[in-house]
């Protein structure tokens, strides 16, 4: 069995739905003083030190008696808590400028898209019509509402400013960021809602979020906006939204489109009717993936700063479950 019983800082990396091989190539470049392991056969637990994971198998963290932390491989870290034998250590989410920056290129790509009514241009196209539309609001005329105005959605907003757009952001503690308005828990909620046209959903899965996606929150958006309807976009987690509602209230006109990039069953089941309806557009969960490269390396520097006494960064609150 390697790793001798002296020592405790190997890394042990439980990855589903990913490769790993990637992660362990870049982490055993990164760590080369240590091991950096896929699978526990064959390595004594007493000298797995840290574990990084990305919707690992429930239990992969039970019996090993020097773990120190679990990072998660991704900024969400809802997955972690899916398993019940988590151990009482401290849990930590990536911070990532690479990833910050690819979700903010995903809003912007769908927020301009139904403002500048690309579906519309791509129709015509096909049927060789040119039909100008003299009545094209600018960005300041459409209010983008950003549900979660932590990194991701602080960084959307940004981009969303550089362009023009009327930004609100909903958190669940009050916040102050300029050129935004802000609003914050359940009490502001519906006056959020009424000012926008435009709703972009970064926030985490947690106990009082799940299923926040529904009819009752997309009746209460705005009806007066100057695009053709209430637009929804998803890239938070499938599990905040309800699936059969967004179809219902697209049909009935509730709603005039959703982009989503996360799904309450992932992959999306291909009978999915989310799949063919007409103003339904899909992502398969990767408006901003956690690239090794630089994601490793931001586990990697925790793991020397932890070792040489300096405090753990981007820790998850496990009461609040993000
Ligand atoms: P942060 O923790 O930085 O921000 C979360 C935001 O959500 C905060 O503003 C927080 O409020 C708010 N929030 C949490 N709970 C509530 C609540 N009950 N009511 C109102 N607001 C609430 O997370 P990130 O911005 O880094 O990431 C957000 C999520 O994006 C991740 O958890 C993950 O699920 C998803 N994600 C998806 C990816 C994809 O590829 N689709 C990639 C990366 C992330 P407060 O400010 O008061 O704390
Ligand atoms: C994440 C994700 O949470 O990719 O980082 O979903």
């Excluded at 539309?133 to 105005?149: F, H, S, T």
Aim: charged letters at 20%; a negative charge.
């Amino acid at each position: 069995m390697s790793g001798t019983a002296g020592e405790t800082n190997n890394l042990l990396l439980a990855i589903t739905h990913w490769p790993s091989g990637p992660w362990v190539k870049r982490f055993s470049e990164l760590l080369p003083e240590r091991r950096c392991v896929a699978e526990r056969a064959g390595i004594d637990p007493a000298s797995i030190g840290y574990a990084a994971a990305w919707k690992h198998e429930p239990g992969a963290f039970a019996g090993l008696p020097n773990l120190k932390a679990v990072f998660s491989l991704g900024a969400g870290v809802d997955h972690l808590f899916r398993d019940q034998h988590l151990p009482d250590v401290p849990l930590i989410r990536i911070v990532d400028p690479d990833l910050t920056l690819r979700m903010g290129e995903w809003v912007a790509l769908h927020v301009l898209r139904y403002h500048r009514e690309y579906d519309r241009y791509a129709a015509q196209q096909k049927q060789a019509l040119w039909r100008e539309n003299y009545d094209q609001p600018a960005a300041r005329e459409v209010r983008v509402g950003i549900l979660g105005l932590g990194v991701l959605g602080q960084h959307a907003a940004r981009v969303l400013g550089t362009i023009g757009f009327d930004l609100a952001g909903w958190s669940r503690s009050p916040r102050e960021v300029p050129g935004i308005a802000c609003f914050a828990g359940d009490k502001e909620l519906p006056a959020f809602l009424a000012r926008t046209d435009i709703l972009v959903c970064l926030l985490p899965l947690t106990p009082d979020t799940r299923g926040i996606l529904n009819r009752d929150l997309f009746s209460k958006l705005a009806r007066d906006g100057r695009i053709a309807g209430p637009v929804v976009l998803n890239a938070g987690r499938g599990g905040l939204q309800v699936e059969s509602d967004i179809v219902a209230c697209l049909d009935d006109g509730t709603l005039a489109a959703a982009t989503l990039d996360v799904f309450e069953t992932e992959p999306l089941s291909p009978s999915s009717a989310l799949w063919l309806h007409p103003r339904v557009s899909i992502t398969p969960h990767n408006s901003a993936m956690s690239a090794p490269e630089a994601v490793a390396r931001q586990v990697a520097e925790q793991i020397r700063r932890f070792e040489a006494g300096l405090p753990l960064e981007n820790l998850v609150d496990r009461d609040a479950g993000y």
